[in-house]
C-alpha cells in the first residue's frame, strides 16, 4: 500500500465533506441522500456541479473558489487522491464543495432527476481499449440524462486527440446540441 494511504483514508472517513459510497451498498438499498444533497449536504439551493473523475480535486476546490453561487462535487474512486482536494476545501472552510467516492458507473443511483445543472469531465482517462469505460460514452450520458436538469450543461476538457474525437463523434450520433467546440 502507498505511502501515508491509510492515514489518508482514516482522515477522509472523519472528513465531513467527504461522502463514500461503496457500490454494493447502493446496489442494495437506496442512497440517503439521492434527492437531498441540497437540504442534508449543502444546506442552500443552489446549482449542483459535479467533477466525475475529479482526481486530486484542485479542479473541483478552484471551481468551488471561482464560483460560490454554486455547489460542486467532485466524483471519484480513488480516496487516497481525492484527500488533497477534500483537505484543502475543509481548511478552507468552504461550504459549496463536497467530495463523493464512488464508482462513477452508478451516478444516477447518488442523485435523483433534474439535481445536477452541470457535469465537467476535465481531462477523463480516454479508455482507449474499453468504451464501456469512457466518459463521453453513449452508455455514460444516458446515466447523466438521468440526472441532469433540462437546461444543464456538459463540459469536456481532454488533451487526449482520441478522447475528443471519439466525443464530438457520439454528440453526433446522439443528436446532441454542441455550445462550443475549441479544437
Known amino acids: 500500500m502507498g505511502k501515508g494511504k491509510l ?28 434527492g437531498r444533497w441540497h437540504e442534508d449536504f449543502f444546506h442552500n439551493d443552489n446549482p ?9 480535486g484542485e479542479y473541483t ?17 480513488k480516496g487516497a487522491r481525492m484527500w488533497t482536494g477534500a483537505k484543502e476545501a475543509l481548511q478552507s472552510g468552504m461550504r459549496n464543495v463536497g467530495f463523493l467516492r464512488t464508482n462513477i458507473e452508478i451516478i444516477d443511483r447518488l442523485f435523483a432527476a433534474g439535481e ?9 482517462d480516454p479508455q482507449m481499449k474499453k468504451q464501456t469505460k469512457r466518459l463521453t460514452s453513449s ?7 438521468n ?9 469536456l476538457k481532454t488533451d487526449s486527440n482520441f478522447m475528443f474525437t471519439y ?17
Open 7 to 34: 492515514a489518508k483514508f482514516a482522515e477522509m472517513a472523519e472528513n465531513p465533506l467527504v461522502v463514500e459510497c461503496p457500490m454494493a451498498a447502493v446496489m442494495q438499498e437506496e442512497f440517503p441522500l439521492r
Open 147 to 155: 440526472i441532469l436538469s433540462t437546461d444543464a450543461v456538459v463540459h
Open 139 to 145: 452508455l455514460f450520458l444516458a446515466r447523466y440524462r
Open 61 to 77: 476546490v478552484g471551481l468551488g473558489r471561482q464560483m460560490p453561487d454554486k455547489n460542486f462535487i467532485g466524483v471519484d474512486i
Open 167 to 183: 466525443t464530438k463523434y457520439i454528440t453526433e450520433v446522439n443528436n446532441l446540441p454542441v455550445v462550443e467546440c475549441i479544437d
Open 48 to 56: 449542483i456541479v459535479l467533477e466525475l473523475g475529479c482526481g486530486r
Open 116 to 124: 445536477v445543472s452541470e457535469i465537467w469531465l476535465t481531462f477523463p
